[in-house]
């Protein structure tokens, strides 16, 4: 018990400086965000789409693991 009240604490002090830096604290140089390059922008779409798709149709996550799993396993 004693152990999870100290990782809420400390995971509560870290996500609460990324939210002050958020918030609170002036932008950086510029004030403008960077530009992403082709290859990175092609890398975020193709994660998101991912996600999106693992969350719509779980089982094509799901059903490969499982048998790998199995195969593993027994």
């Known amino acids: ?22 918030y609170f604290e002036k932008e950086g140089v ?4 960077r530009e992403l390059l082709l290859p990175m922008q092609v890398t975020l779409l193709a994660l998101a789409v991912a ?17 790998a799993l199995q195969r593993f396993l027994f």
């Open 1 to 22: 018990v004693i152990l999870g009240i100290l990782n809420s604490v400390i995971s509560l002090f870290y996500y609460l400086r990324i939210a002050k830096a958020i």
């Open 30 to 33: 510029g004030g403008k965000p």
């Open 51 to 67: 996600i999106v798709l693992s969350g719509i149709f779980p089982r094509l996550i799901i059903d490969p693991a499982q048998t």
